[in-house]
């Protein structure tokens, strides 16, 4: 039986105060300042898939990493602790780790998943087969549709670990239900031409927060043989 428990969000302020000349701004040939915000909202967005993948929630988001696993099923495991599965493998991923992976996350749940792992991972899971030698990934030229894996959506994300012994290097499952994100306001710019003259300040804040709040919904591959 599901049951309601109050989770507090772990926050955190992102910022950055880059500054261009005015006189560079007044004379580029191109917009310096839309380049600037450019380049902030993909330095923030770094920052934060950093956050919500690994932080260790001290005045930052906690990452769904950072939350401890066992191999204990839904059935006993805690509330707050992830479960995952060992690879069968000291330091590789096996085709038979991944479709349990797939089946260890609640029906309810599977509606919606997605696979998650870095750019490594994901070139080792293409070379992996079935037991009757077809390839688990489908190129999404291959089918018009994205690229899956035995039929699962694939999000790539860099702070994922490589594959290793003990990483938890895949995740799979139903993100939106397990893990939220909470933005307080959204990104502000203070545009500062007076403290440092002759340079234009843009001082820029984000504050957000995540955390778990699902732990049945998310489900890890450590690399080990048992």
């Known amino acids: 039986t599901s049951r309601l428990e109050l989770i507090e969000p772990l926050m955190g302020e992102i910022y950055g105060n880059p500054q261009a000349t005015q006189k560079m701004l007044d004379d580029a040939f191109f917009n310096v300042e839309a380049w600037i915000n450019s380049e902030l909202a993909t330095e923030f967005a770094e920052q934060e898939e950093i956050a919500f993948t ?64 870095n750019n490594n991972s994901l070139f080792a899971i293409r070379l992996l087969k079935d037991t009757e ?67 234009v300040g843009f001082y820029t804040t984000k504050r957000t927060g995540g955390m778990l709040v699902d732990s049945q919904a998310i489900k890890l591959l450590k690399i080990a043989a048992a």
């Open 54 to 117: 690994s932080g260790d929630g001290t005045k930052k988001p906690k990452g769904f990493l950072a939350y401890e696993s066992t191999d204990e099923t839904d059935k006993v495991r805690a509330f707050g602790k992830l479960q995952h599965i060992v690879s069968g493998e000291a330091t590789a991923v096996t085709a038979d780790a991944i479709i349990k992976l797939i089946y260890t996350l609640r029906k309810a749940h599977r509606t919606g998943a997605k696979f998650m792992m």
């Open 133 to 199: 030698g077809n390839y688990l990934w489908r190129p999404g030229l291959e089918l018009g549709q994205p690229s899956s894996l035995a039929g699962y959506g694939i999000a790539e994300n860099e702070q994922m670990p490589d594959i290793a012994a003990d990483a938890k290097a895949i995740a799979f499952g139903n993100f939106k239900r397990g893990y939220t994100i909470v933005d307080r306001i959204g990104t502000r710019i203070l545009r500062d031409p007076y403290t440092n003259k002759p340079f």
